[in-house]
């Protein structure tokens, strides 16, 4: 009972640390794709 408790739990908090890196990762690429997109696209010389 104890090792399946044990994976049980473990389970959810590398499912949720990998949640937070892919967020930590992606959420600041996706801005400066924005960023740095928004410029081009809106004021073209």
Known sequence: ???ETI???T???WLVILTWV???LA???ACC????N????RHNP
């Open 27 to 29: 959420l600041p690429i």
């Open 38 to 41: 928004a410029p081009y696209g």
């Open 1 to 3: 009972m104890l090792p």
């Open 11 to 13: 389970v959810p908090d």
């Open 7 to 9: 994976t049980v739990a």
């Open 22 to 24: 892919w967020l930590a």
């Open 33 to 36: 794709l924005c960023f740095i």
